[in-house]
């Protein structure tokens, strides 16, 4: 069964500063691997994804992943934060048959001016 | 495209009453999932759809809770009778075939409060 774990409920950065969001998974074959962010009163919305290829996506708002298979990981990052990320973001991992996503728990991200 | 449309917004209602959310999937998506999202829980999976046929519905925590397809691009879930446990925000989300490439698209979701 496939599960993700993101270790940190709660993380507050400086504006300006840079971020990382930790996402651990388990998934038995190649991943299908995605972030989300949920603003206040929002639905989730796609950051990025990756499948194969280059280990490094780039998604939108300026956020890039990193893929490493050895660690079982897919970090966000960012390199200067704003005050409009602050939201939850969701890592997920899909099954190969692209129909079930599995979300973590979901990270908080505060961000102090 | 309008994306995955639900309603209403919010919805407030008295305990015991009966409560239906409605869900618009993007024309063309195959896939349909209703998710529930609460600060103790987080998001949870309660039922989703592949074709209008209910696939897995473990997630539908009793029998007050229930949910239909009629047809492709509309899905309803019922609460009869809401208890204020269910108050949370429900979340509908659909994918296509190759959603494993896409990932999903949700809906804005439904606020319900259940005094």
């Known amino acids: 069964a496939q599960s993700v774990t993101q270790p940190d409920i709660h993380i507050t950065v400086s504006e300006g500063a840079s971020l990382e969001l930790r996402c651990n998974y388990s998934y038995g074959a190649t991943p299908y691997l995605f972030w989300y962010v949920q603003s206040p009163g929002q639905g989730l919305q796609l950051l990025l994804k990756y499948f194969s290829g280059d280990t490094l996506v780039q998604g939108i708002k300026g956020f890039e992943a990193e893929f490493k298979r050895s660690q079982s990981s897919f970090n966000l990052r960012k390199p200067s934060v704003h005050w409009s990320d602050a939201a939850e973001y969701f890592c997920a991992v899909g099954n190969n048959a692209g129909n079930m996503l599995t979300f973590g728990g979901g990270t908080r991200l505060m961000v102090k001016p | 495209d309008a994306g995955v449309i639900q309603s209403p917004r919010h919805e407030v209602t008295e305990m015991g009453q009966e409560v239906t959310l409605r869900c618009k999937p993007i024309s063309g998506h195959d896939y349909l999932f209703w998710y529930r999202q609460t600060m103790m829980r987080g998001l949870e999976l309660l039922i989703y759809?592949?074709?209008?046929?209910?696939?897995?519905d473990s997630g539908m925590p009793e029998d007050r809770f229930s949910a239909k397809m009629p047809n492709a691009s509309f899905s309803t879930l019922k609460i009869q009778p809401s208890e204020p446990r269910d108050s949370a925000v429900y979340f509908c989300?659909?994918?296509?075939?190759?959603?494993?490439?896409?990932?999903?698209?949700f809906g804005s979701g439904t606020r319900l409060t259940v005094v």
């Open positions: 989300a659909s994918t296509d075939r190759a959603g494993a490439n896409y990932g999903y698209t």
């Open positions: 759809f592949n074709n209008n046929v209910p696939i897995d």
